[in-house]
C-alpha cells in the first residue's frame, strides 16, 4: 500500500462459524464486509454437530 | 446489512497490494430468485428427483430443489443442477410450475463480480478425515463402522433419524458402542496425518455422553485412546464426569475390526498395557476423524497467493497467528492449524482486529446506516389494530380457516383492518403493510403467522417503515404452536388459532412504544495487566486510533513471558518482548502506569470510571471498555522435594541456568505436578509441549545426557505433535504414571533417585536423577478484586469467566468488558497474542461508534413503591440495579439500563411488585392470559 488511503471493505472467504465472526466484528466495527461461502447456505461444520460440550447446547 | 452474503461464490484471482485489493468472484447460478423465494417448500415437495443429502453425510436424502438444512442463511431454495431432471434430461420443471411466487430461474448464468476491498480474511475451514482411503477402519465395508460426523447427524434431532440412536446394518438399539481415536491423526503408517487434530477426544466424550442420555443406563460407551487430550478449559472436568458416567476409557489403539454375524455386530480386537490381547463385540463402532484442510480452502489460499505449510494449512508465526505471508491478507480457524471453536472464534475476531489495523483511515467511509421515516406518536391515539393472518401457502390456510380466524378478529375490541395473506413475509405482503398502516392510520399491528424468533425482527422493520414504533408490534405463532401440531385437526386447530390470536390483540391494545435507548461511548481503553496479552491489547487497540492505558502491578512490563525462551515453533521470545515493550512506550496513544492497581471502578459499556493507585499517585480514569490481562504464574508446590534440594526446579528454571545442565548425565521431567488433580482439576494445557522442547534442547545439545519424561498423558496437540515425534526420534524416554501412584524422589547420599510404576514393564523403575524439573500448575493472578469491582464472574479456580465457552471466549456477559491471556485459561504465547487481538478486535466494535444502542427492553422501578430492601440488586446478574440513598427515603432501587438485559430476575424477585420489564409488564401479560382462560 502506498500512502493513499485504504479501501474500508473486507472481503471474508468462508462462513463458517470464523468467517461469520470475522465479518460481524468487522461489520460492528465500520467495516463495509462481502461473505463469500461456496455452498448455497452459510453455517459451516458447526451447523452440522449436535450439541456442544461442555454446555451441551445445540450448536444452531 | 453492511454484510453482503455472496452465497455459491469462489474466489478466482486477486491482484493490488494491502488496502487495495481487486479480488474478481464467481457466482454460480442458485437457478432461484431470492428476492422471490419465500423458503414455502412447495418446490421441493414437488421435485421428483432424489439425492443423497451432504449436510446429513450421505445418511439421508434431499431433493434437486433444496435448502442445506432448516435453519440455513439465506433461507432460500437452490437447483442442484447436477441432480436436476429438467437440466440432466430437458423435461420436468415441476419447481417452476407450483412455485406461488414465481422464483424460479432456468435461465440463471453463472457471473463474475468485480469486488475492490482493502483486506482479506480466509476462514475457509477443514474437511473431515475420509477413513475410505484406507481398508484398516472398514467404514467403505462394514454399515456399523461409521464416521464421528455421521455420529452426530445421527444424534442430531434435526437428523436423519430425528435423534434415534440406531445400528444402519438392522436399525437395532446399540447396546455398546467403541470410539477409535486418532483416525487420520497422529499416525504417519498409512500415510495419513502426523499431526494431533486437537478436537477428536473431546468430541468423542461428547459424543458418548449424549449417546447415554439418548439409550438410557445399560449403554455401555467405550473410548479407545492413546493420549486423551482435554487441553481446554473446562474439559478436563467433563472427562472426569464422563467416566463417572459410565464412559470406559482404554489407552489401546485396536488393531482389527472384523464383521462377525449377519446382523453386523463387529468385533475389535486390540492389546492392553501389559501386553495381552483381548477380543471384544460392539454392536457399532465410530471413527474419530481428525481434520484436515478441505480441498477447496487449499485452493482459495492458492488464488490468494498465500503461503502454505507442509500439512497444507495456511503458514502462520507464532507471535503473529493470523498474518499470513501476504501483507493484508489474514487466516484464522482450521485453515490455520486443527483447533476447536472457541480457538476459532478467537482467531477470527483477532484477524478482524488486524484487518481493523491496516485499514483504520478508512473506519467508517464504506457503511451505512438504515434511516427509518420519523416516529409517528400514538400517545394520544385510541388503539386502532390491524390484525394480519398469514396463510403461510398452505402451511397455515390449508389447516386453519384463515378467512373465519380473520372474521373472529375483526369482531374484537379495536380491531379496525384484516388481512389474510398468502405470504405475510413475502416483499409485495411487506410493501403493502407499509401503505395500510398509513392508510388506515394504524397504531397496533398484530400478525398471527409463525414464529416471532425469525420474523418479528422483519415485521417490526415493516412498521417502522410506516412511521411506527418496532413494539407497537404482537405475534402469535399460528403455524408452529397450531397447525403444524394440530394438522389432524382442521376444526380444533382453527378454534386455537382463534384464542392465539384473540390473546395477541388483548396484549396490543396495552402496547406502549418504548424510544430507543443510547449511550454515548468514551473512545478510550483500560488495559489491566502488562504481560503479553496486555500489551499486545492496548498495541492493537492503539494502532486503531484508541487510546489506552495500561495498568500494571509490578514495576515492568513483559509478565509471565519473561522467562521464556522461545514459542514451540522457535520464535526467539525475548526479542519479541523487547520489541513489544519499545512499540508500546513509544506509542502516542497507549500509557503506562506501573506499580499500579485498580481501587475501585464503576459505570456501563461506553462509560466506566476506574480509579488506579500507582504509588502515592490516584488517577482517575474515564474509559468506554476494559480488557482483564492480569495473567498468571506457574503455582509453586511442596511435592517432589521441590524448594527443599537445589536439583529439583521447575518450568524454565533450566533453560535460564544452562550452567546447571553441563555435568548433568541425567534429567527427569516431571508433568502435571499440582494439574489435574482434586484441587486443580483443570489441564494446564502448555506445560507438555514446554517440557517436550526443553527434553529436546538437551538431547540436541547433549545427546549422552539421559532424558525422562514422567507423564499422565502427553499433550501435544495440533502441530505440537511434531515434537513429540521429535523427542522421541533423539532418544528421550517418556515413561507414564498415574495420579494414583505418582513418582517418588528422594535425596539419598548418591543424589536425587526418582521411583516410578511403568505400566509397560509392570514393573518400578529407578532412575537416578541429577537433576529434576518440575512442570507445576498454571494458576490465574489473584482475581478476585478485578472481579468485584467489575461485577465480572470468576469460576472455580479463579479464571475470568467468559460469556459462552464457544461463542464469546472474550467477552464477559455485561458489555464492553473483554478478557484474554493466562487470566482467562493457561495458553501458549501464540495463543494468548491471539486473544488479545480478538479482545481488541471485539472492544472495537464498540469504540468505534460515537453511540451505542441497546436494547430497550429493560427493567423500570417505580420507586414510589420500592422500598430499599436490595433483593433486585442482590439477584442481577449485570450489575444493572443499584441502590441509591435518596435523601429522607432511605435506599431507593436505581436502574443503570445500559447494563440492563432485561432478563427479568429482578421484577420477579421484588416483593413489592414495583419493578416491571417494557414490553412485558405485568398488565400486558396478564390481559393475554386473561384472554386465554
Redesign the interface.
Known sequence: MSNKTPVGSVLVVGGGITGMQSALDLADAGYYVYLVEESPAIGGAMAQLDKTFPTNDCSM | M??????????TSISG?????T?I?KQSP?FVDMEKCIACGTCAEKCPAKTSDP?N?GLAKRKAIY???A????L?Y?IDKNRCIYFQKGKCRACEKFCPTNAIKFDETEKDIT????????????T?FNPDRFDNYQHAKFPNVITS?EF??I?????PFA?HVHRLSDGKEPKKIAWLQCVGSRDLNRCDNEYCSSVCC??A??ES??AKEHLGPDFAPAIFFMDMRTHGK??E??YERAKAQGVRFVRSRVHTITEIDETGTLNLVYATDTGERVSEDFDMVVLSVGMEPAA??IE?AKT?GVELNSYQFVKTSNISPVATSR??IYV????QGPKD?PQ??V???A???S??I??S???????KDKQFPAERSVQDEKPRIGVFVCNCGINIGGIADVPAVAAYARGLGDVVYTEEPLFACSQDAQDKMVEVIREHRLNRIVVAACTPRTHEPLFQETIRNAGLNAYLFEMANIRNQCTWVHSGDKEKATEKAKDLVRMAIRRAMLLEPIPSLSVNVNKSALVIGGGVAGMTAALSLADQGFSATIVERSGNLGGSARDVHATWSGEDVQQFLKDLIDRINQHPLITVLTWAQVVDASGFVGNFETRVQAGEKTHILQHGIAIMATGGQAAVTDEYLFGKHPAVTRWHDLENNPEKLTDAGSVVFIQCVGSRDDKRPYCSRVCCTTSVSQAIAIKEKQPDTDVFILYRDIRTFGEREVLYKKAREKGVIFIRYSLESKPVVTETPDGLHVRVFDPILQKELLIHADLVNLATAIEPSPNADIAAFYKVPVNAENFFMEAH???RPVDFASDGLFVCGLAHYPKSLDESIAQAMAAA??A??VL??ETIQISPLVSQVNRDMCIGCGLCTEVCPFGAIIQEDVDGKGFKAKNISASCKGCGLCASSCPKKAIDMLHFRDDQIVAAVCAAV
Open positions: 453492511n454484510i453482503e452474503l455472496l452465497t455459491l461464490s469462489k474466489v497490494d494491502s488496502g487495495d485489493f479480488v468472484i442458485r449436510f453425510e435448502v442445506p438444512y435453519q440455513a442463511v439465506p432460500k437452490a469486488l475492490n476491498v482493502g483486506s482479506v480474511i480466509l476462514t475457509a475451514g477443514f473431515p460426523m452426530e447427524r444424534l442430531s434431532a434435526g437428523g435423534g473431546m468430541y466424550i461428547k455422553v449424549i473446562d474439559f472436568k467433563y477447496s480452502a482459495a490468494l501483507k493484508g484464522a480457524g482450521a485453515l471453536i476459532s472464534v482467531e477470527a475476531s484477524a478482524a482486529c484487518a481493523g491496516s485499514l483511515a478508512s473506519r467508517g467511509t464504506l457503511v465457552a464457544k461463542l478486535g471485539r472495537a466494535t468505534a461508534r
